[in-house]
């Protein structure tokens, strides 16, 4: 069995009992996701060591899983996922294998020094799932959900500074897509992100700021990845589709992306886009990754941040941020 805490192992068990009871859509597609974390956590030998750290039904579920000892490694990290991210089959298998394929990259930059990779699924990210009114897809892109669950990010990673045995732990918060929202509402809460020292930003639609420096750990420590195949660091300001972008969106999403573009080369859905010279981040290389639609779906490009198959240079970047070897990574040109 994979290292768990006692209470989040119980907490796991009693909460797939209560879910087996009811019949509702939503409670069947977080057993399943349960279930799936419940079999990862019983694998013998799982390394990075496997630990629970949170769990809940509440909304549109919770839960905070770590590859690595929070407690006792150098380096953390925390990852908040975006949009449609929920409790669920595919949150249980493919977030939490970014999560480890993080710690174990960053384990091997670091010398196999020992590393703490969490996933925070700790607040209600926008759903889009079961709807058709596109207008209605749009309006959930708010701010609203980033704003609420802030508060909570910060405790967590105010808990990780305080708990962690090394005195000094180099802490990095990661978003990626609408999480990198959640992550810039967190940065600029009064006193920002406890005990952070960097911040990465992947798949980035805006941040809510506009200069890397307003998120609080200085310019030089905010790191960004953008793919150039990825629509959503493309997004169009707000007022841009105000302006009639909604339906080139829809109709043609990489030309009306592009076109937003250039027609604002710094806009973006929540403030200036992270990638361009004007927010002053450092962005480092990744791959440009596959068109829109090549394999049927909008944004393949959107998914290959962390993952070392896909796009092993991104990766190997996020996992030299994490294990504090920020100065080896490979850098690209601003936008």
């Known amino acids: 069995m994979g290292a768990v805490e006692d209470c989040g192992w119980e907490n ?52 905070i899983v770590s590859y690595g000892n929070p407690d006792t490694a150098k ?30 990259d960053a384990a091997f930059e670091n010398r196999g020094s020992a590393t703490a990779s969490i996933v925070w699924l700790g607040y209600d990210a926008p759903q889009l799932t079961g709807s058709d009114d596109w207008g209605a897809n749009f309006d959930v892109a708010q701010s609203d959900d980033a704003n609420a669950g802030a508060p909570a990010y910060d405790r967590f990673m105010h808990g990780l500074s305080v708990t962690n045995e090394t005195g000094d732990p180099h802490l990095t918060a990661i978003g990626h897509s609408y999480g990198s929202r959640l992550v810039g509402a967190a940065a600029t809460q009064p006193g920002g992100i406890p005990g952070v020292d ?40 707000r007022k841009q589709l105000v302006g009639g972008a909604v339906g080139g969106v829809l109709l043609d999403p990489v030309g009306a992306l592009a076109g937003g573009y250039l027609a604002d080369p710094d806009g973006a859905w929540f403030g200036r886009d992270p990638a361009s010279e004007g927010f002053e981040a450092r962005r480092f290389a990744v791959d440009d990754g596959p068109l829109p639609f090549s394999d049927g779906t909008p944004t393949p490009a959107h998914s290959n941040y962390f993952n070392p198959e896909r796009d092993p240079e991104s990766a190997k970047n996020i996992a030299r941020i994490v294990s504090g070897h920020a100065d080896k990574i490979t850098t690209e040109p601003h936008r």
């Open 198 to 237: 960097d911040i990465i930003l992947v798949g980035s639609p805006g941040v809510g700021v506009d200069k890397a420096g307003d998120l609080g750990v200085g310019k030089d420590h905010v790191f960004v990845g953008s793919a150039g195949n990825d629509p959503v660091t493309w997004a169009p300001s």
């Open 12 to 63: 796991l068990q009693l909460l797939i009992g209560k879910l087996e009871g009811e019949h509702d859509e939503q409670p069947h597609t977080q057993l399943a996701g349960l279930l799936e974390i419940d079999r990862k956590l019983r694998e013998e030998g799982t390394q990075p060591p496997m630990f629970l750290l949170g769990i809940g039904d509440e909304g549109n579920g919770r839960e």
């Open 75 to 104: 380096n953390v990290s925390a990852y908040v996922p975006g949009l449609e991210t929920s409790l669920d089959e595919d949150f249980a298998k493919n977030d939490l294998k970014r999560a480890r394929d993080t710690a174990i």
